[in-house]
C-alpha cells in the first residue's frame, strides 16, 4: 500500500512538474523600426502572474528576449501607439518592478520600441506623480500623438493624470480627483474610465479633464 501511494505521488509530482513547464502566450501585431509589421508574442508558465519573455518574429526569422534574474519585468499589461515623434511606433508595458531610479518594485510604465525584432528601451518611467492603479495610451488632446492617461492612488483618494513623454522625461499636463472608485481604463474611439456599475467618458480641454 505504502508503495502503491509513493509511486502515485511521484507520478502526481511528475505531473505537476510537466503542467508547470507549459506556456500561455498573447500575440501583437507591432512596428519595428526597420522591418515593418512584425508578430509580438508574450509567454508566460501556465500558473504565473506576469510575462516575461518576449519573442518576435517575421518571414521566419525570430529573436527572444527573457527578463529574468534582477532584470524581471512582470508584464501584466500591455498597450501599443506613438508618444512622440522620435520612432515610429511604441509599446507600453505595464510592469510590477524595480525600476533604475527607485528600486522599489511597484507598477510601473515602461516604452520601449523595436529595431531589427530586437526590444530596444525607450523610456522606463521610475514612477508616475502618485502610485499608479492602471494606464492606457490614448491622443487625448488631438495633437497625433499618444499621451499616457493613468489611474492613480494616494492616501486612499484616486485621481486621473495626462501626461506627455519626451527628451527622456515625462510631464503631467492635467490631473482630476476622482469621486468613485475606479477599476479600469478603456478605450475605442474615446477613452473611458470604468467602476463598479459606472462608466465615465474623459475629455481634454484647457479648462482641464472633464468626465461625463
Not at 67 to 77: A, P, R, T, V
Request: net charge positive; proline share 3%.
Amino acid at each position: 500500500m505504502k508503495k502503491k501511494s509513493l509511486a502515485l505521488a511521484i507520478l502526481l509530482l511528475l505531473v505537476l512538474l510537466a503542467i508547470s513547464r507549459i506556456e500561455t502566450t498573447v500575440s501583437y501585431k507591432v512596428i519595428d523600426e526597420e522591418l515593418g509589421e512584425v508578430e509580438m508574442i508574450l509567454a508566460k508558465p501556465i500558473f504565473a502572474r506576469f510575462y516575461n519573455k518576449v519573442t518576435f518574429t517575421k518571414d521566419g526569422r525570430s529573436k527572444t528576449k527573457t527578463f529574468d534574474g534582477k532584470y524581471k519585468l512582470n508584464i501584466y499589461k500591455v498597450d501599443l501607439g506613438r508618444v512622440n515623434d522620435e520612432n515610429k511606433f511604441d509599446i507600453a508595458f505595464g510592469v510590477y518592478s524595480i525600476a533604475p531610479w527607485h528600486r522599489t518594485p511597484s507598477k510601473r510604465v515602461f516604452l520601449y520600441k523595436v529595431v531589427d525584432l530586437d526590444l530596444k528601451p525607450k523610456f522606463r518611467c521610475s514612477r508616475l506623480i502618485n502610485p499608479m492603479y492602471d494606464f492606457i495610451l490614448f491622443d487625448i488632446d488631438g495633437d497625433g500623438f499618444d499621451e499616457v492617461v493613468s489611474i492613480e492612488k494616494y492616501k486612499g483618494v484616486y485621481s486621473i493624470g495626462i501626461y506627455k513623454q519626451y527628451d527622456m522625461l515625462i510631464e503631467r499636463i492635467a490631473t482630476r480627483k476622482i469621486d468613485f472608485r475606479p477599476t479600469k481604463l478603456s478605450k475605442d474611439k474615446k477613452l473611458y474610465i470604468e467602476g463598479i456599475n459606472i462608466m465615465k467618458e474623459i475629455n481634454f480641454s484647457k479648462e482641464g479633464i472633464d468626465l461625463k
